[in-house]
């Protein structure tokens, strides 16, 4: 069974415009922690943002913030004040407990910001 | 500066050929993984290991071998038994304890020709 699932379709964004990704998991595991990557043309991942199972607020880094429903096993990245910059790929991840460290990645979304 | 460096960029493989894609780290960390990208999909995990000399398979490793003699290094063999070799590969690694963080390499994409 998946454990990460993204669903949207290619996104257009306009630029200065904030877009919102969805994302939502699997686990039965209470410890897990959730990353956002952003993967460009040129093929690197870029560690985005972070949140952990534990976590009361929701995590931010600069222009990205993530609402994390945890009932709902939901985490949406949130990019304001979109750049030329961010058209990419983003993928959200997830690492269950504290063992093995493996990440497991949902297929990703695509967003083309349009000046 | 540090960070996770592969080699090559691009590689071609014939068909039946072993190909061995290198990924080197000088981050000091502990954990090493390879992960497999096809297009418009996901990372899959094909092998991962926490510790020098000790490695596990991950989701899809078969038709793959790999070595961790050394912390820095966690080369991956990409042998003639990966029927469906074409992708791009991506090598990761994550420093044990604090807050978790995966750095990952820049990824070399192979092709069988």
């Known amino acids: 069974a998946q454990k990460i699932t993204q669903t949207q379709p290619g996104m257009f964004v306009q630029e200065k415009e904030a877009v919102t990704l969805d994302c939502t998991y699997d686990?039965?595991?209470?410890?897990?922690?959730l990353f956002w990557y952003k993967q460009p043309s040129s093929g690197e991942m870029i560690f985005l943002i972070y949140?952990?199972?534990?976590?009361?607020q929701n995590a931010t880094e600069g222009r990205y913030s993530l609402n994390f429903q945890k009932a709902r096993k939901s985490t949406n990245l949130v990019i304001s004040a979109s750049q030329l910059g961010d058209s990419a790929m983003y993928f959200c991840?997830?690492?269950?407990?504290?063992?093995?460290?493996?990440?497991?990645f949902g297929k990703g979304n695509q967003v083309v910001v349009i000046p | 500066d540090g960070g996770i460096t592969q080699s090559p960029k691009y590689l071609f493989r014939k068909e039946g050929q072993n190909v061995t894609l290198s990924c080197e780290q000088n981050?000091?960390?502990?954990?090493m993984y390879w992960y497999r990208q096809d297009p418009g999909q996901g990372l899959r995990l094909i092998y991962y290991s926490q510790i020098v000399n000790d490695f596990q398979k991950g989701d899809i490793a078969e038709g793959y071998s790999v070595s961790r003699e050394k912390k820095e290094s966690f080369p991956l063999t990409v042998t003639s038994a990966q029927k469906n070799p074409t992708a791009f590969y991506l090598c990761a690694s994550m420093g044990i304890g604090g807050w978790p963080s995966y750095t990952f390499g820049s990824g070399t994409r192979l092709t069988v020709v």
């Open positions: 686990t039965s595991d209470p410890s897990y922690g």
């Open positions: 991840a997830m690492r269950e407990g504290y063992g093995n460290n493996r990440l497991a």
């Open positions: 949140q952990g199972s534990y976590d009361q």
């Open positions: 981050l000091n960390h502990d954990a």
